[in-house]
């Protein structure tokens, strides 16, 4: 699996990543490389090998959620801006945000992680439950949150220092 990954190359628009990221899990499962890719693109085309619960499973728009919180409102230390949840989609695609704040949840380790994107053409992934499901719960979910807490402050405070001068 390891000579079939370093075939793959990330391309650095990230919306394409996300095919090929699809096409890792794909070879990671012993399965045809474009499974996913094609089912995206297609519906269920498994040929019986997985179960899909409806035709039009993988065929229906991605939801972007990005939390978009007012922190005039709901800026204070502690506030649950995202509770902790996984998403329904196949793959959470967690960009870099100019806010920190967002916690996920190593399976290992069942601690709360900070998330630090580094600059660039960078991306956090996570299963969603579409992918827990098509796995028969071998690849789980991951857990994510946003909460408001001193990092996000200190960045609030530059800005808004910029934007009243
Ligand atoms: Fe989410």
Redesign the pocket.
């Given at each position: 699996m390891r000579e079939c990954l370093s075939n793959l190359h990330l391309t650095t628009n990230p919306w394409y990543s996300v095919s090929e990221l699809a096409d890792m899990v794909a070879i990671g499962l012993g399965i045809p490389s474009d499974t996913f890719r094609e089912a995206g693109r297609y519906g269920c085309v498994f040929s019986g090998q997985l179960l899909c619960p409806s035709e039009n499973f993988f065929s229906r728009p991605h939801l972007l959620?990005p939390t978009a919180s007012d922190l005039v409102k709901y800026g204070e230390k502690d506030t649950i801006l995202?509770g902790f949840?996984?998403?329904l989609n196949f793959l959470?695609i967690h960009g870099r945000s100019r806010y920190p704040g967002l916690n996920v949840w190593a399976r290992n380790t069942g601690k709360r992680i900070p998330v630090k994107i580094p600059p660039g053409n960078n991306l956090l992934v996570q299963a969603g439950k579409q992918l827990e499901h098509l796995t028969g719960g071998l690849i789980k979910a991951g857990f994510?949150e946003v909460v408001v807490n001193d990092a996000t402050l200190a960045v609030w405070t530059i800005h808004l220092s910029h934007v009243l001068l």
């Open positions: 959620a995202a949840h996984s998403d959470t994510h």
